[in-house]
């Protein structure tokens, strides 16, 4: 059964949401101001985490941040009611993996987390027992993913990724050379096609840069001018 925690100040959405979960047999539980879900989040081993914005104490993009400094790869939904492209952004770039806009669909709702479980590798239904193999590395020059330990290094120093840039990372890792699109990579690494003008792309593909090269004759991530994205040689 995965264990889902649920960050929301509203009753009628957390009533909504946790009785509809635990009808799928998810195991749901509450955290009805930010403060409380962090300390909730640090004593307990969670699958998902769905996290409001707007919160009475300090907002859900702050908590998103808090827990990111200690877990960097539990998936994390934002529900807000912001629905503006600024408002999204901000939240993917606090470190959420995807969001909901208020009022939502119950069904969307199953989708997302089904989608972001999946992803993480906690999908529901039989768990397969992975072995560490050659399937689970990947190797583009000198920089090396481990997919089994989610450990990634360039010229044998470890560099430590967020959850959504590390799966961006790996998407470039099994597409090597070839030219992707903003709107591929938005929904092969976010899961939805977003249609918001966003830049989020171009945002996490600079972070990715930052942490990987060390110096301007070794990029290995590069744009294509109209196109989008490419990973190849330096």
């Not at 997919?147 to 010229?155: E, F, L, M, P």
């Not at 790996?170 to 096609?193: C, D, M, Q, T």
Request: aromatic share 8%.
């Amino acid at each position: 059964m995965k264990k889902i925690i649920l960050i929301e100040d509203e009753s009628s959405v957390v009533s909504f949401i946790k009785k509809g979960l635990q009808e799928l047999e998810y195991e749901i539980s509450v955290a009805l101001d930010g403060n409380s879900g962090i300390k909730m989040v640090e004593n307990n081993d969670f699958d998902m985490i769905i996290l409001d914005i707007m919160l009475p104490d300090i907002n859900g993009l702050e908590v998103c941040k808090e827990i990111r400094k200690k877990n960097k790869t539990v998936p994390i939904l934002f529900l807000t009611a912001l629905d503006s492209s600024e408002n999204i952004v901000m939240g993917l770039e606090s470190g959420g993996d995807d969001y909901l806009v208020k009022p939502f669909k119950f069904i969307e709702l199953v989708a997302r987390i089904k989608s972001l479980l999946r992803r993480s590798g906690h999908s529901n239904g039989a768990d397969a027992i992975e072995v560490e193999n050659d399937e689970n590395i990947y190797q583009f020059e000198d920089l090396t993913i481990n997919d089994y330990a989610k450990k990634v290094t360039r010229n044998g120093t470890e560099i430590s990724l967020t959850s959504t840039e590390y799966k961006l990372l790996l998407y470039f890792l099994n597409n090597p050379e070839k030219v992707i699109s903003r709107a591929e990579i938005l929904e092969a690494v976010w899961g939805v096609n977003y249609e918001l003008g966003t830049n989020v792309v171009d945002v996490y593909v600079n972070y990715l840069r930052k942490k990987l090269d060390n110096m301007d004759d070794n990029k290995i991530i590069h744009t294509v001018i109209g196109m989008g994205y490419v990973l190849k040689k330096p």
